[in-house]
């Protein structure tokens, strides 16, 4: 599965795991080598071991360099992909919603390498879905917005029902369009959180970061809300 960690990726996963016709043996996430984080979304890698760590999936990050190409992380997730049906891999999970293009894409991409690509979630009223995700115990944190669609001031606030009801009208409730990236630390699917503390938030080539930690035991769970430019 092609796992980012996020708020749409987990609802899939827990999708996946509950149909008896998959069992999810890897997950695959871009990480940026230079940062050390997930691409795009900015979490600190040590935070995405912990995570597969928990579900108990095995994890496979795949370096991408900043500010590459998508030519470049083509050849990348390609490589990855061969290994994986090298390895009797034959589908490949997404968390997609509704963007047909992206859909497109992914499905073209993997034919290329003999694989079929897999969407648990796709279709699926995004209202709706938001609110299943909270309604079912996930907890998540926003870690990126896209200041051409949102304010700072939703970077670090949890995913929850005051977080969909400040959303512009225009927004979609599960980011689908890119206005903003999660980091989910606990949930149905995770047999024990994933402790984690807000840290600062950075404006960075027009979006806001949420900087998350690895949370102590009695950190409290925010740190600090300054929003540095």
């Known amino acids: 599965m092609c796992f980012s960690g996020g708020k749409d990726s987990c609802p899939a996963l827990r999708a996946l795991q509950r149909d008896g016709e998959y069992r999810v043996r890897t997950l695959i996430t871009t990480v940026t080598d230079a940062y050390d984080r997930v691409s795009m979304h900015g979490v600190r890698r040590s935070l995405l071991r912990e995570q597969a760590a928990s579900l108990g999936i095995g994890l496979v990050e795949v370096a ?7 030519e470049v992380y083509e050849r990348a997730m ?17 968390g997609d919603i509704f963007l047909e293009d992206l859909r497109e894409y992914r499905e073209c991409q993997l034919a290329q390498r003999g694989l079929e690509a897999v969407f648990p ?3 699926q009223p995004t209202d ?3 609110r299943s995700f909270i309604d079912d115990g996930f907890e998540a944190v926003t870690v990126c917005v896209s200041l051409s669609m949102l304010s700072a001031s939703f970077a670090g606030r949890g995913f929850d029902e005051a977080f969909l009801a ?5 927004a979609d409730p599960c980011g689908e369009n ?3 990236h999660t980091f989910v630390s606990a949930g149905p699917i995770f047999p024990g959180a994933v402790p984690v503390a807000r840290g600062e938030v950075v404006e960075r080539d027009g979006f806001a970061f949420c900087d998350l930690v690895a949370a102590g035991p009695g950190q409290p769970s925010h740190t600090s809300s300054k929003t540095r430019r």
């Open 64 to 70: 991408v360099p900043p500010k590459s190409s998508n």
């Open 78 to 94: 390609g490589r990855e992909f061969d290994r994986q049906h090298a390895a009797g891999i034959r589908r490949v999970a997404f």
């Open 121 to 123: 979630i796709w279709g």
């Open 128 to 130: 709706r879905l938001a």
């Open 166 to 170: 400040d959303l512009p009208p225009d």
């Open 178 to 180: 890119g206005e903003f």
